[in-house]
């Protein structure tokens, strides 16, 4: 069975950091690139981070540029969401997706060209 398993959430204080994790398992991430996308209440799903299947090409949005850094090991067959530096906006519905096609199909159609998602983690930033 193709699944894609979260972790690392939690309840950080603002200016915290977090760790998310993004494992796969019944298939291999080397050829899949991987975005981190999220969703706050009463808000559409919007992309947080995205990184090509080797690694050398990553894309961040411009609310979490300088905090957050993805990166991955396809020896361990996981993705990583590095966040520093949290924010109350930063509050939602961490998933982590796979994309079976070329780094810039991927990155031109968006969540429509991930085949694979992952149930998601719950990131709360509050005092």
């Known amino acids: 069975q193709l699944q894609l398993v979260e972790s690392g959430g939690g309840l950080v204080q603002p200016g915290g950091s977090l760790r998310l994790s993004c494992a796969a398992s019944?298939?291999?991430?080397?050829?899949?690139?991987i975005g981190w996308f999220r969703q706050a209440p009463g808000k559409e799903r919007e992309g947080v981070s995205y990184?090509?299947?080797?690694?050398?090409?990553?894309n961040y949005a411009d609310s979490v540029k300088g905090r957050f850094t993805i990166s991955r090991d396809n020896a361990k067959n996981t993705v990583y969401l590095q966040m520093n530096s949290l924010k109350p906006e930063d509050t939602g519905v961490y998933y982590c997706?796979?994309?079976?096609?070329?780094?810039?199909?991927?990155?031109?159609?968006?969540?429509?060209?991930?085949?694979?998602w992952g149930q998601g983690t719950q990131v709360t930033v509050s005092s």
């Open positions: 997706a796979a994309c079976g096609s070329l780094w810039l199909t991927c990155r031109r159609l968006g969540p429509n060209a991930y085949n694979y």
């Open positions: 990184i090509s299947s080797s690694g050398d090409s990553t």
């Open positions: 019944g298939f291999t991430l080397d050829d899949y690139a």
